[in-house]
């Protein structure tokens, strides 16, 4: 084995980068980049997702903003607010009633769906960013329901990033949620260090639960989703059972539902009178590590690496079983500040739903977020701002939960599908466009700063 | 010519769906306008308000009976109305806090999940009545009314029921989750099947649940029928013919299997609970044996006309036989299958409960 000092194939600057090429040129070396020259089945998760660089060095700043991901993101998150916007108007008894005479008086119908449409929104708005009765509290609601989202969310990017679809983040969450709620119910420690000792039980269990899927992926080839989820379920129904032991148990209560934690045990209060806690500041340190440890880190290189092309990083001498294990393990770990986050942070009990779909809509965030730290941050504030403005929209308007989480998977649709946003704009790129996205691939995948 | 072609083709069917769209909206829009100005109903100045736990309003169990008794309770009382479903456990305070600003006089939560963030929120709005479904705190507080059922008495009648009943000598049950709420079901049938056999001398068995070590058969939630159809069709191999679903719309799962090993010639029945299965599930009534049924929108009506009539107390209500909080559904199309000596006995045994003469147990029971 060569090390990669030695290689000069995958050092940055030896990336293919002519911008010359015709734009089938590039195309086809796009997928021959990705599947090693056809010799290896194309990776699961594609060249273009792998890499948060929006990376169009020549084109003009105007035209960076509005081709970029970034952008098509915003476009995207439009498109299912206004769809939203129709559903939530469809459900409203004015508009159906003010529907069935349309053509006595239009004004009225119309007055209606405009009606249905502002107000839902505004209560979503207030219940999410600033309300004039609570001021800017609301703001701090979103950040709390962010938190785990987001430490989760960090943990499927950084697998995304490796190649690998970490399905596992649910079951990761509960297993440290689980491990440190117990640290925080059953033990009774000093104040600071009781905090510590939950978050490194949790922290660990998270790590090993992701681990295992990194060893069975390395060491026999199983299937990254299959064996997350099936551990997902292993987690479930392990927590199911534990709390209907006496060790998790209330004593003298029948419910599965945990003591609560010691206060020692628990993330304490960043502002009074809301729940926002420290775990936020955690998970926002956490994304800075991460962009740290995927830019600047010899680690993250070779994850990168990894995820562009395992065989290519294999020849270029990175030991690609230990970084899929270890990239699971970290992913696991992040996964595991989520669960901490929840039972030290926001719940303070643990109980069989303590995850929720956390695990399940960080895999959303992840890719709202472009599998970029920060772009994961910032999608997990957006699905914090929908999660706590739904509760407001619902109290207020009457709107139904369900809707928030229909126009929550029509932005996810829509990103999945940016042709689609870009055809709807207008915005559809020409050849020259093209050309570059591959050329940036090439580039970005060879491997980028 | 190709794409001009194509263009055409594309604007052709754009303007035919445009035009049955349009079409439909004439249609469907061709009502009178109301008369303008036709004010809305006079606003009662009390507001109930109620917040589900995770399993949401539609769970076709007790969130949904609660919630559609605060809806009898909008429509009876005149009250004003508002509802939050909770998505996840981390909701449950926001929820709360919301209702709090909202103005409500009455918040109904519903569920364990809920205790710890109404007892929260009840501490910290000492002037607003709260109730809590299917919960009760080992020290009372002062503005919170727990509702609770003592369901093993009902099911103890249906188990009775089911062991007179039997052409196999045995009887299955399962659950959704282990809750207390839902082994209570269990327990109770247990006790009314062993009653049965120390009554007759006979050994009828129960497959599915052991009271004394309180392990049996769970489906894991309360969402996937397909795992009730799995486990009641094991419970018919093992040789039961009356099933007793304790699982909320799991049960229907359940139906389907009976459906099935009716239709290959079996004799078997169904046992429903939460409401009077004949009525809530059609489709099965031919199977249908009887139901234990919770009265829970009834109970949640009832605490919000007392509490709008000023007569709020924490008072735990229990739903009983006594007080008809409880009961076992009429047999219906299966009455011919219970024997007249079965029916009387069942009387009985429910006068003494009703008396205090016959107590039922169960580690899940509520406590006094």
Redesign the interface.
């Known amino acids: 084995m060569t090390t990669k000092d030695t290689n000069p194939e995958v050092e940055p600057e030896d990336g293919p980068g002519p911008t010359g090429e015709s734009g089938a040129e590039v195309q086809a070396a796009d997928v021959a980049l990705d599947t090693a020259g056809g010799t290896l089945e194309p990776s699961l998760v594609p060249v273009s997702t792998q890499s948060g660089d929006t990376g169009h060095q020549q084109a003009t700043l105007l035209r960076r903003i509005v081709m970029g991901n970034g952008f098509v993101s915003v476009l995207a998150v439009f498109v299912a607010l206004v769809l939203g916007g129709v559903l939530i108007a469809s459900t409203d008894p004015a508009v159906a009633k003010s529907?069935?005479?349309?053509?006595?008086?239009p004004s009225?119908?119309l007055s209606a769906l405009w009606g249905a449409m502002t107000k839902s929104y505004i209560a979503l708005f207030q219940?999410s960013v600033f309300n004039p009765?609570q001021g800017f509290s609301p703001l701090l609601?979103t950040m709390t329901?962010a938190t785990p989202l987001i430490c989760a969310g960090l943990g499927v990017a950084l697998a995304f990033r490796a190649g690998l679809f970490n399905i596992g983040a649910q079951g990761q969450i509960i297993i440290s949620a689980t491990l440190g709620a117990y640290a925080g119910f059953a033990w009774h420690l000093p104040l600071v260090l009781h905090l510590l000792v939950v978050i490194v039980m949790g922290v660990i269990g998270g790590a090993a639960w992701g681990a295992v899927v990194g060893l069975l992926k390395a060491r026999t080839g199983a299937h990254e989703v299959i064996v997350t989820i099936m551990l997902n379920y292993v987690a479930l129904?392990l927590l199911?059972f534990l709390l209907?032991t006496e060790a998790f148990r209330r004593p003298?209560?029948?419910?599965?539902?945990s003591p609560?934690l010691d206060d020692s045990a628990v993330y304490p209060q960043l502002i009074p009178g809301s729940?926002l806690h420290l775990g936020f500041l955690v998970a926002v340190a956490l994304t800075a590590g991460v962009w740290w440890l995927l830019n600047r880190s010899t680690i993250g290189f070779e994850f990168r690496a990894v995820g562009a092309n395992p065989a290519a990083a294999r020849t270029a001498g990175v030991n690609v079983q230990a970084a899929t294990v270890l990239v699971m393990a970290i992913a696991g770990a992040l996964a595991g500040f989520g669960g901490i986050a929840?039972v030290a942070g926001?719940?303070?009990?643990l109980?069989?739903?303590?995850a929720?779909?956390?695990g399940f809509d960080s895999i959303t965030v992840a890719l709202l977020g472009r599998s970029t730290p920060w772009g994961t941050l910032f999608a997990g504030l957006l699905f914090g701002a929908f999660?706590?403005g739904?509760?407001?929209m619902?109290?207020?308007t009457?709107t139904?939960?369900d809707i928030v989480?229909v126009v929550q998977s029509l932005i996810v649709l829509f990103i999945a599908a940016p042709p689609l946003i870009r055809s709807i704009f207008g915005l559809n790129p020409g050849r020259k466009k093209r050309a570059k996205t591959a050329v940036k691939a090439a580039v970005a995948t060879g491997g980028a700063k | 010519m190709k794409q001009s072609l194509r263009a055409t083709l594309k604007r052709g069917s754009f303007a035919g769906i445009a035009t049955a769209g349009a079409a439909a909206l004439m249609l469907s829009g061709c009502g009178a306008a109301p008369d303008a100005g036709s004010g809305g109903k006079s606003a009662s100045n009390y507001t109930g308000c109620i917040v589900s736990d995770s399993g949401g309003f539609d769970d076709q169990s007790f969130n949904q009976s609660s919630y559609d008794g605060m809806k009898k309770a909008e429509k009876d009382l005149g009250i004003n109305f508002k509802s939050a479903e909770s998505k996840s456990n981390s909701d449950f305070e926001t929820n709360l806090n919301g209702m709090m600003s909202a103005g409500c006089n009455l918040t109904v939560t519903v569920g364990f999940l809920l205790g710890d963030a109404t007892k929260k929120a009840a501490a910290d709005n000492t002037d607003k009545h709260f109730a809590i479904i299917d919960y009760s705190y080992k020290d009372p507080i002062a503005n919170i009314k727990p509702v609770v059922y003592d369901t093993a008495q009902a099911a103890y009648l249906a188990g009775y029921v089911a062991a007179a009943t039997t052409k196999t000598g045995k009887v299955g049950t399962f659950g959704g989750i282990k809750l207390p709420t839902v082994t209570i079901f269990m327990d109770g049938f247990y006790d009314g099947v062993q009653a049965y056999n120390k009554a007759k001398s006979k050994n009828v068995q129960v497959i599915g649940w052991d009271k004394a070590s309180q392990n049996g058969s769970f489906t894991g939630d309360f969402e996937k029928q397909d795992t009730g159809k799995q486990v009641t069709k094991n419970l018919l191999d093992q040789g039961a013919d009356i099933i007793m679903p304790v699982a909320g719309p799991v049960g229907k799962g359940a139906g389907a299997a009976l459906k099935e090993a009716k239709a290959a010639g079996k004799d078997v029945k169904l046992i429903w609970v939460d409401s009077d299965g004949y009525l809530t599930a059609p489709e099965y009534k031919d199977l249908m044996l009887t139901s234990v049924i919770k009265k829970m929108d009834e109970a949640v009506e009832t605490v919000v006309k007392d509490d709008k009539d000023g007569k709020f107390t924490n008072a735990a209500y229990v739903g009983t036989l006594a007080n008809d909080g409880v009961a076992i559904a009429p047999f219906h199309d299966l009455d011919s299958a219970v024997s007249a000596e079965t029916k009387s006995a069942v009387d009985a045994l429910k006068a003494d409960i009703v008396s205090g003469k016959l107590v039922i147990e169960s580690k899940a029971s509520p406590k006094k």
């Open positions: 529907a069935g005479y349309f053509f006595a008086r009225d119908f219940g009765r609601e329901v129904f199911d209907n003298g209560d029948n419910s599965p539902i609560r729940r929840q926001t719940e303070k009990v109980t069989g739903g303590v929720a779909q956390i999660r706590a739904a509760v407001q619902q109290i207020q009457g139904p939960i989480l």
